[in-house]
């Protein structure tokens, strides 16, 4: 079963504004990734992220691996309309090499 | 450079009957992984090949199964489907297994529907 904490679960952005998403564990991963996915579609990587400590920007985002390799986090600056979407966080461990993915940080825009 | 592709997009099935999903991983990628997104439940991991061999397999029951062939391809094959087996089935794949080679890419998956 699912064991990321990812927060928050929804979100509603403003066009401009700065958005920010984490993943917490009560395990060590080795490799962090970040994926948006679209209705109907499949995930899409974001970013992807190595080494305990290591902050990565990707355009607009950006991600950190958390230094006790038990966290990440996301943060998208300056928001624009087709950054809704729901976005996922992954860990990964060597061994058996299973993604073990986050509930979704779902955003949405602003009525 | 083409992603991963897989067919076909919609399966319908009836209770009892076999569904066969197939996924052709990004060029020079020889894993592959099968992901099962039901409504409500999130990604789960099902499968995972590399070099033809099942690596890994997740917390499912053995209807669940698959393949990959030769060409680094996979199939997906679920047995004696039940209801509760619609989901959104999400196929990955990788250039290794090593760090920074094991980052997963996917497909835009295939609905499967079982009525």
């Known amino acids: 079963g699912q064991q990321l904490n990812q927060s928050p679960q929804s979100m509603f952005i403003q066009e401009g504004e700065d958005v920010s998403m984490n993943c917490t564990s009560s395990s060590i991963f080795n490799t962090w990734l970040w994926y948006k996915q679209d209705p109907g579609e499949g995930p899409v990587l974001l970013i992807a992220l190595y080494k305990a400590g290591e902050l990565t920007s990707n355009g607009r985002l950006t991600a950190q691996f958390g230094i006790t390799r038990k966290d990440s986090f996301l943060n998208i600056s300056a928001s624009i309309p087709s950054d809704v979407g729901i976005y996922f966080c992954?860990?990964?461990?060597?061994?058996?090499?299973?993604?073990?993915f986050g509930g979704g940080t779902r955003v949405l825009v602003k009525p | 450079e083409a992603g991963v592709t897989q067919s076909p997009t919609h399966l319908i099935k009836t209770r009892g009957q076999q569904a066969t999903l197939r996924c052709s991983p990004i060029s020079g990628h020889t894993s592959v992984y099968w992901y099962q997104q039901a409504l409500g439940l999130g990604l789960q991991f099902l499968l995972w090949y590399d070099e033809g061999e099942e690596r890994n397999r997740g917390n499912f029951p053995p209807r669940f199964s698959g393949r990959q062939f030769p060409n680094y391809s996979s199939e997906l094959n679920v047995n004696a489907l039940e209801l509760e087996d619609s989901a959104l089935y999400l196929c990955a794949s990788s250039s290794g297994t090593a760090a920074n080679t094991d980052t997963q890419y996917f497909g835009p998956g295939t609905r499967l529907t079982v009525l």
């Open positions: 992954a860990g990964l461990r060597a061994a058996g090499n299973k993604l073990t």
